[in-house]
C-alpha cells in the first residue's frame, strides 16, 4: 500500500523507499524488516510515507545519506550526495594511492556534506583535504560531518580542513602545491527542468550555473590551474551532456594533459579528469 502511494506520486523506487523508511524508523535493516511484528508496527511510517509522497527527499526523512563507505547526515539546506560522485572520488583514491607523494594535499572545491573530502580522508590516510565551502548553511552539515566520521574512523581527526568562502578566491597559501584537485560544482543549465526531490530540496548553490551549467567548471579549471602542482591532477564531475564541452575546458594550449572523459555507473558521461603540465 505505501509502495503504490508513492509509484502514484512519481517517485522513481516506490518499493526501495518504502521499505528504507520502514527499516530506518523500526532500527532495522532492510532484509529483517519481515521481523518486526505488527504490534510493534510504529505509525508514524504513515507521516514519513505521506512525506515522500509529497517528494521530499528520502535522505531528508531519514537524515542519512550513504556515500562509499561514509554514513552522512543530510538534511535542509546541504546537497545530498549521490552515486555517480561516487565513482569520481574512487578515481581519486585511486590515484592518490598510487601517488609517491608522503602526504598528498587535495582540495574538494564546492564540498557541502563533506562526502568527497570526508572519503578521501577514510580511504587515503595519509592525505590531507582542504575542502572549500561558501554556503553557511550547507557548512554547517560539513563540520557536524567532520566530526561525525571522526568519532567513527579516528584516522581522520585533523586531516580535514573546512575553508569558508568562495573557491574562484580561497585556498591562495597553497597555490602551486596541490597534488589533487576534485569539485562536484553546481552544473545544471539555469532553466533546467529537474524532479522536485531536486529543485524544492536541493539548495539552490549547488545546482545551478549560468546558462549552459559550465560556469563553475570554467572556475574550477582556472583554480585548478594555480592550486596544482606540475603534474598535479583534476577532477570535476559534470552533467551527462556536458563531457565534450568539458574535455575542451582542460585543453592542452591551456596547460592540461591527459586530459580524459569518464563514465558512471549508468555508462553516462559523469566526469573529467586531466593532469596539469604547465601556464599556458
Ligand atoms: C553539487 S554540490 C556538491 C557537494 C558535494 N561535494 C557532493 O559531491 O555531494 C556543490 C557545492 O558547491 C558549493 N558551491 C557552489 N559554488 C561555490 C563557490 N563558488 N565556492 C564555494 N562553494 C561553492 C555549493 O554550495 C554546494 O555545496
Excluded: C, K
Excluded at 111 to 127: D, F, W, Y
Excluded at 183 to 202: A, C, F, K, L
Excluded at 208 to 216: I, K
Amino acid at each position: 500500500m505505501a509502495a503504490s502511494r508513492l509509484a502514484e506520486a512519481g517517485v522513481e523506487s516506490p518499493r526501495t523507499d518504502a521499505e528504507l523508511i520502514a527499516a530506518h524508523l523500526h532500527g532495522v535493516p532492510r532484509s529483517q524488516l519481515h521481523l518486526v511484528a505488527d504490534a510493534d508496527f510504529d505509525p508514524r511510517y504513515w507521516d514519513d510515507i505521506a512525506r515522500r509522497a509529497a517528494r521530499e527527499p528520502l535522505q531528508h526523512i531519514t537524515g542519512l545519506a550513504y556515500f562509499r563507505y561514509l554514513e552522512l547526515e543530510v538534511g535542509p539546506g546541504v546537497f545530498v550526495p549521490r552515486m555517480e560522485t561516487e565513482v569520481m572520488t574512487g578515481w581519486a583514491v585511486e590515484q592518490l594511492a598510487e601517488m609517491d607523494v608522503a602526504e598528498p594535499v587535495v582540495a574538494d572545491l564546492g564540498t557541502g556534506s563533506g562526502a568527497i573530502a570526508l572519503a578521501i580522508a577514510q580511504e587515503v590516510p595519509r592525505a590531507r583535504v582542504h575542502a572549500v565551502e561558501a554556503d553557511p548553511l550547507a557548512r554547517q552539515w560539513t563540520e557536524r560531518n567532520i566530526a561525525r566520521v571522526a568519532a567513527a574512523a579516528p584516522h581522520t581527526a585533523g586531516r580535514v580542513t573546512l575553508h569558508a568562502g568562495d573557491f574562484a578566491a580561497e585556498l591562495t597559501e597553497l597555490d602551486g602545491t596541490v597534488d589533487l584537485v576534485v569539485s562536484n560544482p553546481p552544473y545544471i543549465p539555469v532553466g533546467s527542468w529537474v524532479p522536485p526531490e531536486v529543485g524544492e530540496y536541493d539548495p539552490a548553490t549547488a545546482l545551478w550555473s549560468g546558462s549552459d551549467g559550465l560556469g563553475a567548471i570554467r572556475v574550477v579549471e582556472e583554480r585548478a590551474q594555480r592550486l596544482l602542482r606540475p603534474g598535479g591532477l583534476v577532477a570535476v564531475e559534470h552533467a551527462a551532456q556536458q563531457g565534450p564541452s568539458v574535455y575542451w575546458i582542460f585543453a592542452e594550449e591551456r596547460g592540461w594533459r591527459q586530459t580524459r572523459n569518464h563514465t558512471d555507473l549508468a555508462g553516462r558521461d559523469r566526469f573529467v579528469t586531466a593532469s596539469w603540465h604547465m601556464a599556458g
